[in-house]
């Protein structure tokens, strides 16, 4: 699915490894919806354009829900799908800066994946949310979704989306100016991405190392590992990134006012981005070379690459870049004395700032527009703008805010802490239940062995009765017989000793 996370110097990286024509003649000949809806979402990865991936994504959701409210089967599976589809809308939106649209998709989906227990999508959806809070000043809020990201992705094992959540909260201890934790976090991240073998993530490790360096100062060491990051990007064959990456280089060399070095850089960024149709790339490639023609003194020039820079992100609806081009414009218009047209750039760049409702961009509006109000000796209105430029920082920096994150992450500590004992105590519960429920059967098979046992005594000692009683008659039977023979041989012996009697001896018949 498209999973949305921010990184500083870095858009959300497509996947191209489909052809989309052999994923439509796969769609066209799907028999099942199950097959089609899996066929969709990897066209929705492999299609870059923004106005071309949103047809299939559509495309997802209507038939997610059609199965869903026909009650097809599984129905999780079409759940999951509708989860993925509101989850690309929310990136989309947010793309656009439509930020209430944005947490009101991602919320859509965590809900689904919620009921469906799909712990990989809720870590998305919590890390997506937890960036849009983080756009929008709301540090504790992200730290506490970002958080509770990566706790489940730790639960599960899944140890390159926990480097991404890692990453994440650095990014955000970096906007923070904590400048060690970030640094910290980044290395943790950047270990088990290396442990792992995440070369994507790896590279854009490095790169935000990079970031860090630049900002200090030490401008040898962020082209190091910039040019670390461009090596791995140029290995894996991600022209996105590569291009990125020149960019990088290309402003560290502007710093140096090396204007010949940024604009070969940004140059062959600009060329990358064209071929693969990056309009948000080209957009910024152009504003980085409209600003070495202002490093030149051509203020004319660098209006031109302005323009265009504006240009593209009108296209393409990002509202976060238009609203940048337009303080650039607003600033250069300043600069050339054109203070009405200045103030209309300003006043749109503000417009748009309080539509996002991003901290950081209205800051940057109330900056410009105070420097307008001055030159036009609108002291009140300036100072108006100065208040709110001072506020929409501190809504950022201040310590009130650190301390709400801290009591934030504390208590979502606390709850998981809380969460993790009763789901230990409800495991010692299922355990004695089910230990209880052995000694039952043990105590039945018992009872059931030892009815058994004596049934099967009384069927031994009935037979052996029996046979006792058989044997009795039999010897009785025995008794008779021999008692009948023995009065027939005492018959017989009787009637020899009668015939014996009536025969007269030899003896008798010598003396006659």
Same mark, same amino acid.
């Given at each position: 699915?498209?999973?949305?996370? %921010? @990184?500083?110097?870095?858009?959300?990286?497509?996947?191209?490894g489909?052809?989309?024509?052999?994923?439509?003649?796969?769609?066209?000949?799907?028999?099942?919806?199950?097959?089609?809806?899996?066929?969709?979402?990897?066209?929705?990865?492999?299609?870059?354009? /923004?106005?071309?991936?949103?047809?299939? =994504?559509?495309?997802l959701?209507?038939?997610?829900?059609?199965?869903?409210?026909?009650?097809?089967?599984?129905?999780?599976?079409?759940?999951?799908?509708?989860?993925?589809?509101?989850?690309?809308?929310?990136?989309?939106?947010?793309?656009?800066?439509? @930020?209430?649209?944005?947490?009101?998709?991602?919320n859509?989906?965590?809900?689904?994946?919620?009921?469906?227990?799909?712990?990989?999508?809720?870590?998305?959806?919590?890390?997506?949310?937890?960036?849009?809070?983080?756009?929008?000043?709301?540090?504790?809020?992200?730290?506490?979704?970002?958080?509770?990201?990566?706790?489940?992705?730790?639960?599960?094992?899944?140890?390159?989306?926990?480097?991404?959540?890692?990453?994440?909260?650095?990014?955000?201890?970096?906007?923070?100016?904590?400048?060690?934790?970030?640094?910290?976090?980044?290395?943790?991240?950047?270990?088990?991405?290396?442990?792992?073998? #995440?070369?994507?993530?790896?590279?854009?490790?490095?790169?935000?190392i990079?970031?860090?360096? #630049?900002?200090?100062?030490?401008?040898?060491?962020? @082209?190091?590992?910039?040019?670390?990051? $461009?090596?791995?990007?140029?290995? $894996?064959?991600?022209?996105?990134?590569?291009?990125? &990456?020149?960019? =990088?280089?290309?402003?560290?060399?502007?710093?140096?006012?090396?204007?010949?070095?940024?604009?070969?850089? %940004?140059?062959?960024? $600009?060329? @990358?981005?064209?071929?693969?149709? /990056?309009?948000?790339?080209?957009?910024? &490639?152009?504003? =980085?070379?409209?600003?070495?023609?202002?490093a030149?003194?051509?203020?004319?020039?660098?209006?031109?690459?302005?323009?265009?820079?504006?240009?593209?992100?009108?296209?393409?609806?990002?509202?976060?870049?238009?609203?940048?081009?337009?303080?650039?414009?607003?600033?250069?218009?300043?600069?050339?004395?054109?203070?009405?047209?200045?103030?209309?750039?300003?006043?749109?760049?503000?417009?748009?700032?309080?539509?996002?409702? %991003?901290?950081?961009s209205?800051?940057?509006?109330?900056?410009?527009?105070?420097k307008?109000?001055?030159?036009?000796?609108?002291?009140?209105?300036?100072?108006e703008m100065?208040?709110?430029?001072?506020?929409?920082?501190?809504?950022?920096?201040n310590?009130?805010?650190?301390?709400?994150?801290?009591?934030?992450?504390?208590?979502?500590?606390?709850?998981?802490?809380?969460?993790?004992?009763?789901?230990?105590?409800?495991?010692?519960?299922?355990?004695?239940?089910?230990?209880?429920q052995?000694?039952?059967?043990?105590?039945n098979?018992?009872?059931?062995?030892?009815?058994?046992?004596?049934?099967?005594?009384?069927?031994?000692?009935?037979?052996?009765?029996?046979?006792?009683?058989?044997?009795?008659?039999?010897?009785?039977?025995?008794?008779?017989?021999?008692? &009948?023979?023995?009065?027939i041989?005492?018959?017989?012996?009787y009637?020899?000793?009668?015939?014996?009697?009536?025969?007269?001896?030899?003896?008798?018949?010598?003396?006659?």
């Amino acid at each position: 699915m498209r999973k949305l996370i %921010f @990184i500083l110097f870095l858009f959300p990286l497509f996947v191209f490894g489909q052809n989309i024509d052999s994923l439509k003649l796969a769609l066209k000949n799907a028999k099942h919806d199950t097959t089609r809806c899996n066929i969709l979402n990897a066209m929705v990865e492999a299609e870059g354009n /923004d106005k071309i991936w949103p047809k299939y =994504n559509e495309q997802l959701k209507v038939l997610a829900e059609k199965n869903i409210a026909g009650k097809a089967e599984p129905k999780n599976f079409y759940l999951k799908q509708l989860a993925a589809a509101f989850n690309n809308i929310g990136y989309l939106a947010q793309k656009k800066g439509d @930020i209430p649209k944005v947490l009101d998709y991602y919320n859509k989906s965590l809900k689904i994946r919620e009921e469906i227990g799909e712990k990989q999508g809720i870590a998305v959806a919590l890390h997506n949310i937890g960036n849009i809070y983080k756009d929008q000043g709301d540090i504790s809020m992200a730290i506490v979704c970002l958080s509770k990201s990566l706790k489940i992705r730790e639960e599960i094992g899944d140890k390159k989306e926990m480097a991404s959540s890692i990453y994440c909260l650095g990014i955000i201890y970096y906007d923070q100016g904590d400048i060690p934790r970030a640094l910290e976090y980044n290395s943790k991240s950047l270990k088990i991405q290396e442990e792992i073998g #995440d070369k994507q993530g790896t590279a854009n490790s490095l790169n935000f190392i990079g970031v860090i360096y #630049d900002d200090q100062g030490d401008i040898l060491k962020a @082209i190091e590992y910039y040019n670390k990051s $461009l090596k791995i990007q140029e290995e $894996l064959g991600n022209k996105r990134g590569i291009a990125y &990456s020149l960019n =990088n280089i290309g402003n560290t060399y502007l710093k140096q006012n090396d204007t010949l070095k940024a604009l070969e850089y %940004f140059g062959k960024s $600009l060329k @990358i981005r064209e071929g693969v149709g /990056d309009k948000q790339g080209i957009a910024e &490639s152009l504003n =980085n070379i409209g600003i070495i023609y202002y490093a030149k003194g051509n203020l004319p020039k660098t209006l031109e690459y302005l323009y265009k820079s504006l240009k593209h992100s009108e296209e393409i609806g990002d509202k976060k870049g238009i609203g940048y081009y337009l303080d650039n414009i607003a600033n250069l218009k300043l600069k050339k004395g054109q203070i009405k047209e200045a103030l209309e750039f300003a006043n749109k760049e503000m417009e748009l700032a309080k539509e996002l409702g %991003f901290p950081l961009s209205i800051g940057y509006s109330a900056r410009t527009l105070k420097k307008i109000f001055i030159n036009q000796n609108k002291y009140k209105d300036a100072f108006e703008m100065f208040e709110l430029e001072v506020k929409m920082r501190d809504s950022i920096n201040n310590e009130e805010t650190q301390k709400a994150a801290v009591k934030k992450q504390m208590q979502y500590e606390y709850e998981t802490q809380a969460r993790e004992l009763k789901n230990e105590q409800d495991k010692k519960d299922i355990i004695a239940k089910a230990e209880l429920q052995q000694r039952e059967k043990e105590r039945n098979y018992f009872i059931i062995g030892f009815a058994l046992v004596i049934v099967l005594a009384g069927f031994i000692f009935r037979s052996y009765r029996q046979k006792q009683k058989a044997n009795i008659l039999i010897a009785q039977q025995k008794h008779e017989v021999e008692e &009948s023979k023995k009065e027939i041989l005492d018959s017989i012996h009787y009637a020899k000793r009668i015939q014996k009697a009536h025969l007269p001896t030899l003896n008798y018949i010598e003396r006659q």
